[in-house]
């Protein structure tokens, strides 16, 4: 069977995005029978390094040459990881977002050395990272990121996976009883920063009467802590609050969102990456979105306390179910990587 190697940030970790997905990966391609490591970019370049602009480039660098000596059949890179691969390999770039977006979506928050030092170096070494490789975007919205800043195309959009027998909808009644549920409350899941509309998702919940809880391990001034619940737990959370609020300036394709909405629970959230894909299917879905400002936010969940959004989750859960399984994800992997191959081994 085919030896591939997926590039991680840190193949030791399972809670980032980036870092789950290449666990996900790696465990589809192995159950399939191949040979399959994960390999990172090791320690870190030096300070200097960093600070002219060549630490991604050096990142990514040093993961390609691990990944090249295990004489893989395969390399999947993700984001910027990738950029170095020999063109006798076969090479799948995976675009969870882009740098460029990111950066652009930051707007005046970040300091003009650090936006330069994004914008030209790490978003050139994602960029390039791409040429000569099949391209693979997380959500539709990434994959015109791609062609808009990197003039890239995607071969193919393969949105993220979840495990849909997990997350599913559980008795409400028991999940409050458990967290302490009481009165309209909205579930934040993930880190507390300004990129993920933290700095007004408190304020906007307080105004529409909602309390806030936060799954998650950072502090979020405001809120209930729950601390990192595990995934059974977490499931029984998203089934308890009465929405998951997501206020984020910037997402890709949200495991959170996929997983509310897996479980029933209504999703409060902006216009951005994969929910572009979902209002594409779902165009009625429209009437939870909003922007992240603190009367937007109250506005959203004062109709959602008033109204009956049954029709809109149902009609997003089999979405979910249909595209975001973990049977609908291996399919579209197995494919993918079993074309990629393929095709090298033909030139």
Known sequence: MPRAVVLSPDPENRSGGMERFCQLLAGVLRTAGWDTELVGPGPPPSRWVDRLGGGTFSRSRAAVAQATALQPDLVVG?????????????????????????????GGGLPAQERLRRRVFAAGCESLAGRRATVVAVSAGTADELRRHYRLTADAVIGNGIDTDLFRPRDRDAARARFGFDGPTALFVGR????????????????????????????????????????????????????????????????????????????????????????AAVPAYRELLIEPSVPSIAAALTRLQGGNPAGLTAAARRQVLERNSLDAFADAWLACCQAAVAARRKD
């Open 192 to 279: 507390a920063e300004w990129g993920k509309g933290t700095d007004v998702l408190v304020d906007g919940a307080t105004a529409a009467g909602f309390a806030v809880a936060h799954a998650g391990d950072r502090d979020l001034p405001g809120s209930r802590p729950l601390g990192v619940l595990d995934p059974d737990a977490l499931a029984e959370a998203l089934s308890g609050a009465d929405c998951l609020l997501a206020p984020t300036r910037y997402e890709a394709c949200s495991y959170a969102i996929l997983e509310a909405m897996a479980c029933g629970t209504p999703v409060v959230t902006t216009l951005v990456g994969w929910m572009e894909d979902l209002v």
């Open 78 to 106: 993700n984001n910027h990881l990738g950029w170095g691969t020999p063109r006798d390999v076969a090479h799948i770039q995976v675009y969870h977002g882009t740098i460029a977006g990111l950066t652009r979506a930051a």
